[in-house]
């Protein structure tokens, strides 16, 4: 059974740039969030998706978007890269009823 | 508000012996969820063990369990029999609420690096 899988692992881009980060969750799993680390800190929500739709959002501009397809597969898409960016962005799939959440080996992104 | 505090920069343990590692929150949910991952340098966020508010009994998952006392509004790992393999970044996260037609984002401690010598 495959736990929750992101592509790719590093990527290096140049300020101005747009990105995009994929994620598949674990079997079954039904709702899929997005996380920025950066280093030395805790993990921050940036999104939440379920059915196809943005959920939840934390506290990130409209430069970070998203999108979930109907087999729960998501993406994040960030616009116009500046250095701050940098970090390491993680997926975690779960149920919407609760329970267990897993997350992926995460996208270590930087930004020159 | 949600909070999750965890006080303890840095453990040390010797391997074989048990450590614990403390975590308190705050939430005036009444579902929430507990949870405690382990980050090695890698950076992989790996799932350790869930603990629900309603689960009368602490969650256990092999040599991790997890000291839920919920009046003291508390979520203590407890590594048992500790290896050289679990040195790593360990945070605490709560999710709330925890079900139903909303899932709550996690929230996350600063974490506590845990150190395990021979």
């Known amino acids: 059974d495959a736990g929750v899988t992101q592509s790719p692992t590093h990527l290096i881009k140049t300020r101005g740039q747009q990105v995009t980060l994929r994620c598949s969750p674990k079997?079954?799993?039904?709702?899929v969030s997005w996380y920025q680390q950066a280093l030395g800190q805790g993990p921050q929500f940036i999104f939440q998706?379920?059915?196809?739709?943005?959920?939840q959002r934390g506290n990130f501009p409209d430069r970070f978007s998203g999108h979930q397809f109907p087999n729960y597969s998501s993406e994040l898409n960030v616009n116009a890269l500046l250095l701050g960016d940098s970090a390491l962005y993680l997926c975690?799939?779960?149920?919407?009823?609760?329970?267990?959440?897993?997350f992926g080996p995460g996208t270590r992104l930087t930004v020159l | 508000a949600q909070k999750i505090t965890q006080t303890q920069p840095g453990m040390f343990v010797q391997e074989k012996e048990a450590v614990t590692l403390d975590c308190t929150y705050d939430t005036s949910d009444q579902s929430y969820g507990l949870f405690w991952y382990k980050q090695p340098s890698s950076g992989e966020m790996i799932f350790l063990i869930y603990?629900?508010?309603?689960?009368?009994q602490n969650a256990t998952e092999g040599r991790y369990s997890l000291n839920f006392q919920k009046a003291r509004k508390s979520a203590n790992l407890v590594i048992s029999a500790s290896q050289l393999g679990d040195s790593a970044m360990y945070f605490c996260?709560?999710?709330?609420?925890?079900?139903?037609?909303?899932?709550?984002?996690?929230?996350f401690g600063r974490g506590t690096q845990l150190t395990v010598w021979p």
């Open positions: 603990q629900g508010s309603y689960d009368e």
């Open positions: 996260a709560m999710r709330a609420p925890d079900r139903g037609s909303t899932l709550g984002r996690l929230y």
């Open positions: 998706y379920y059915e196809e739709e943005e959920r």
């Open positions: 079997s079954g799993h039904d709702t």
């Open positions: 975690a799939s779960s149920l919407l009823r609760g329970g267990e959440q897993f």
